[in-house]
Structures are given as structure tokens and as C-alpha cells.
């Protein structure tokens, strides 16, 4: 039987966790732009929290390749007001930052959870701070910022090779004094990997279970859905994807260690996750009481 695994600190809604999308940038791919006023993006978070979100992830950096990086100030001032008033409102909110000041801040502010797209790569001092907060913290697999992250792209083989790395920024973590009960793991789709590295990656998903910490698939809106689905030269707008990635949920969410999905559309993904945890129901019912 399919066990979810929880995380210390953070909601167990008993099935895949859904986590909803606040991009407070000018020019994130998937959706830059649309909630760069704070009261904007507060109303999106209130919406995607009707709509089954389970945990909010606002972020005020772009990761978008040639992205220029905002300054420390300019990232508080978008993340903070949003992550206080959804937070005030009862939401569980994540933080999706790779400066420490800005985590420490977030937290102050109601976060419970640090999602840091760069494992702890970024900033020297974020693994230390993230102990000290004793929050849940997303370590993804990274090899560098955006305006060079392609030229990074250079693997024999992918997946062990993100498996090796990442197990370097696990341990770091840890030596750093985060519980592993707090750790989850993200191979970093779209971060210095081409779209090939993607799809070999999301073919042999299944192998991130080695590193035995519950995992995050972050796949909603990314380009290589948009060129997958491209009509000749013209990829697919980011908003027009997201079936493509609730075929991707879908499969994941058949996974032992698959602990939540990043997604921008969370109806859907919610519901698609409703129906694989009924079937998977029926499919634990089935199996003789003494094969537990
Ligand atoms: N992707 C983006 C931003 N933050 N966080 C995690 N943990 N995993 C991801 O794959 C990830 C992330 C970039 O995509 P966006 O523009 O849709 O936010």
C-alpha cells in the first residue's frame, strides 16, 4: 500500500500535498507579472486556497533563465505583505527564497516552510538559518544561477548525477542541524537541465526513492511542456500547459515517496489527486489483511 509521507511541521492531508503557485515577480515564466501588486497576489493566494491548495509558495524571485535578481530589499517587500496575510487568514505558507535574511524574515512573517531552489548552494548561510528556524525546508538539485544554468547542463547521465549532488546538499543540510523529518527533495526540473534531462528524469523518477526523503515534483507551466506541445516554432503559452502537467502528477502521484506537486492550477491538480488516492484505496482494500 501507497504510505504519504508526512513532514514535521507541515499539514497531512492524508494524500499528495497540493502546493499552489504566488509568483510576486514581474517576469516569472509561467505567470510573471499577473501578481506583482501584493494585494493582487493575496487575492490569487485566497483563490487557490478555495480552490484545494494546501499550502501556499510565494516567491518574489524570477528563476527564469537571464533573469536579473531582484535586491534583498525589493524581494522582502514583495514576499512579505502577502506571506502576513494569507498566513493571517489561517494559510500554511512557504517561502520560496535563496537568501537566508529573506527566510529568517518569512518566517517572522507566518512561513513554515523554506522552498530554496538552490539546496543551500546560494547563500553560505541559509542551511544554518533554516536549522535555527526549525522549519521544513525544500533542498532542490542545483547547479547555479539562472543567467548561466544552461551552460551547467552537461550530465552522462542525469539522474545520477542529480541523485550524487543532491545527496552532497542533504548531507550539508544536515551537518548544518536540520531534522531529516524536516528535508524534502526536488530534482530541480528546468534548472540547468535541458528538456531531455527532463524527461529522463520524470521517466526515472521512481530512483529518487534511494535517497529515502519524501519528494516534490515541480513541473507545472515549464518549458519543455510548452515546446512539447509547440506548433512548429511557437511553444505553447505557460498557461496552456497545464494538462500536460496533470498527466505528469498523475503518473508521479502513483509513487512511493511523491510527498506534493508545485502547480499554478490547483483545481485540477487537486482533483486528479483526488481520484488516484480513491483508487489506491480500492487498491489497499484488495490486498489480503495479512500482506500489510
Ligand atoms: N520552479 C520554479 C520556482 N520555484 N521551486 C521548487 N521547489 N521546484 C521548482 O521546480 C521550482 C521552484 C520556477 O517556476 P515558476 O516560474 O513556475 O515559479
Known amino acids: 500500500m501507497k504510505r504519504i509521507p508526512v513532514v514535521t511541521g507541515l499539514p497531512a492531508p492524508g494524500r499528495t500535498t497540493v502546493m499552489g503557485v504566488v509568483n510576486v515577480t514581474p517576469d516569472s515564466f509561467s505567470d510573471g507579472g499577473e501578481w506583482l501588486d501584493p494585494d493582487d497576489a493575496i487575492r490569487h493566494g485566497h483563490e487557490l486556497i478555495a480552490e484545494g491548495a494546501d499550502l501556499i509558495d510565494v516567491g518574489g524571485e524570477s528563476t527564469r533563465p537571464g533573469a536579473v535578481r531582484p535586491s534583498i530589499e525589493e524581494e522582502l517587500r514583495r514576499v512579505l505583505p502577502v506571506i502576513r496575510e494569507l498566513t493571517a487568514a489561517g494559510a500554511v505558507v512557504s517561502v520560496d527564497t535563496m537568501r537566508a535574511v529573506v527566510a529568517e524574515a518569512a518566517v517572522a512573517a507566518g512561513a513554515r516552510m523554506i522552498n530554496d531552489v538552490s539546496g543551500g548552494r546560494a547563500d553560505p548561510a541559509m542551511l ?3 536549522a535555527g528556524l526549525g522549519v521544513a525546508y525544500i533542498c532542490m538539485h542545483w547547479r547555479g544561477h539562472s543567467e548561466d544554468m544552461y551552460s551547467r547542463a552537461v550530465y552522462r547521465d542525469v539522474v545520477a548525477e542529480v541523485i550524487i549532488e543532491l545527496r552532497e546538499q542533504l548531507d550539508q543540510a544536515v551537518a548544518a542541524g536540520i531534522e531529516p523529518g524536516r528535508l524534502i527533495i526536488d530534482p530541480g526540473f528546468g534548472f540547468a537541465k535541458t528538456a531531455e534531462h527532463n524527461w529522463e528524469l520524470l521517466r526515472r523518477f521512481d530512483e529518487f526513492d534511494v535517497l529515502g526523503l519524501p519528494l516534490l515534483l515541480g513541473v507545472s507551466r515549464k518549458r519543455f511542456l510548452s515546446r512539447l506541445l509547440a506548433d512548429g516554432d511557437r511553444l505553447r503559452p505557460a498557461r496552456q500547459c497545464d494538462d500536460a502537467s496533470m ?16 502547480v499554478h492550477a490547483v483545481r485540477p491538480h487537486r482533483d486528479a489527486i483526488e481520484v488516484i488516492e480513491r483508487l489506491h484505496r480500492i487498491d489497499s482494500a484488495e490486498q489480503p489483511a495479512t500482506s500489510q
Open 247 to 262: 498527466a505528469l502528477t498523475v503518473i508521479a502521484a502513483r509513487q512511493q515517496r511523491l510527498w506534493g506537486v508545485r
Open 128 to 130: 544554518r538559518t533554516v
